[in-house]
């Protein structure tokens, strides 16, 4: 089983302890043998590149909107 969990961009301790000891054990508790997590995506760097840009973007948005 292979589980990723995309709304967590971020690796806090409760998410890695709900995933890596919570739901292991669930599955081992129920027959499953290779379980594995997609690390969260604050490590990636063209992810973190591009939240930067998009809050960028919308403080520039914002900036211009007040200028009219």
């Keep these: 089983m ?4 995309p709304s967590f961009v971020a690796d806090c ?4 302890e709900e995933n890596n000891v919570q739901n292991y054990q669930t599955f081992r508790a ?3 043998k290779n379980f ?3 690390r969260p995506m604050n ?8 939240l930067a840009k998009l ?3 919308k403080i520039a948005a914002e900036a211009n909107h007040g200028k009219a």
């Design 2 to 5: 292979l589980v990723a969990t």
């Design 13 to 16: 301790l409760e998410t890695l």
């Design 30 to 32: 129920n027959g499953g």
């Design 36 to 38: 594995a997590t997609v």
């Design 43 to 50: 490590g990636c760097e063209p992810f973190c590149d591009f």
């Design 55 to 57: 809050a960028e973007d």
